[in-house]
């Protein structure tokens, strides 16, 4: 647990023996508690944090965004989002927002949270509801930039798809897509979420500051839409591999049927010499087998040529 006495921008440790000093509101600025889910045993009789929130942190069920009024403070829940190894990851967020504190307990490493400490100081914030602005944000964005991520993986895929087609390819558009569908059902509440924080009467977030969170709830409208994008391409995707796989499938008949077609004469001249018959006419010139093999491959080769000059070999 690292607690932090925030003043316009500048960070302040304080130990974990200090706890109780953040129960109390500072002369300037506020507390940021960063916390982990073993730390709520101690936080949570100290900031009467309610046990179905406590609940929901500690639950190893993926939970729902969602904003919860308590008395002395709000609970949210938003998912950051990572793109690692070509896998999409959420990361549940927990913030309790308070008059004077604000207190964050992840179960993994959030980059928002490292992300968001130069924007504090670059702002000068002095306020725990504008860090929980910017954080907000910062989690958005970087849905843009995941996104960014997904649509090259697309491109790169429907273009390997189009120059050499594999097996595998059908199993990478079924697991990216089961990914994009997954994630439209989490953009949905966390949209909501955004929503309520921009609309909603909120006593413990400033009402000008409100205004600034429409800004962010237009980028997760966004996002969600891009994400909409992205499931259609995939289905525009799978249709590519499957006329692909006919595509070629067609030229391997193709091919096959040609060469039948070439074999046709050489079976019916090798059939009639190769009659029980003794007055076959050229039987019995001397090099006649050597002339019948030429001729083969005269008729063979003219085939040939003729299939090509009519593109169909």
Known sequence: ?????????????????ELERTLTAPAEGFYWIDANTDDLAVLQPLFSMHDLAVEDCISEDEQRPKLE?????????INSIRFDDEEIFLRELNIF??????????????????AVKPVLWEQEISQPDRMLYHLVDLVVDNYFLVG??????????????????????????????????????????????????????????????????????????????????????????????????????????????????????????TGIYGMNFDTIPGLHIEGASYILLGIMLLVALGMFYLFRKKDWL
């Open 69 to 77: 009024i308590y008395e002395h403070h709000y609970f949210l829940v």
């Open 148 to 269: 960014d991520r997904i649509e090259a993986q697309i491109e790169k895929l429907e273009e390997d798809i189009l120059m050499h087609t594999r097996k595998s390819h059908l199993n990478e558009i079924i697991g990216l897509r089961s990914e994009i569908l997954w994630l439209r059902k989490v953009l949905g509440p966390q949209r909501e979420l955004i929503a309520s924080l921009h609309k909603r009467e909120l006593k413990l977030i400033d009402n000008q500051l409100q205004k600034y969170f429409g800004d962010i709830y237009e980028n997760a409208v966004k996002v969600a839409e891009t994400f909409e994008t992205y499931r259609d391409l995939m289905g525009n995707l799978r249709e590519a591999y499957q006329s692909s796989l006919a595509a070629r499938a067609n030229e391997i008949m193709r091919v096959f049927t040609a060469l039948t077609t070439i074999f046709m004469p050489l079976t019916f001249i």
């Open 97 to 114: 927002l308070g008059r004077h504190y604000i207190i964050t307990v992840t179960k993994q490493k959030i980059n928002e949270l490292r």
């Open 1 to 17: 647990m690292k607690i932090r006495h925030v003043t316009s921008g500048v960070f302040t440790p304080l130990d974990e023996g």
